[in-house]
């Protein structure tokens, strides 16, 4: 014999967003999680661009340079900053989507 089945009850969504916020808690700092990981991914896009034009200078100016070292320095810079929009697309296009959501 199988247990009976409980009946589905309906949440109120805006309890379950206030529970699921890291800013229903109260602690300040939590809200800026997000803000630290921006932080953080901008500098490291940022430092690969700096990297790159670091090698390309020295590879101009015939400091010791290898054309391969120049090419993959710029290379990694493209890249991460290409990886960095695609995420910074992704989060926009999450953000649009709950602001489309009705309560």
Aim: hydrophobic share 45%.
């Amino acid at each position: 014999m199988t247990a009976p089945i409980s009946p589905v009850t309906l949440a109120n969504p805006a309890t379950a967003i206030q529970a699921a916020s890291p800013l229903a808690s109260g602690d300040p700092n939590e809200g800026n999680v997000f803000h630290s990981m921006f932080k953080t991914a901008v500098n490291t896009v940022e430092g690969f661009q700096v990297q790159a034009n670091q090698s390309v200078e020295n590879f101009l100016a015939g400091k010791n340079e290898d054309v391969h070292t120049a090419v993959l320095a710029t290379q990694r810079a493209d890249l991460s900053f290409e990886l960095f929009m695609q995420v910074r697309n992704k989060v926009v296009s999450a953000y649009q989507e709950i602001m489309r959501m009705q309560v």
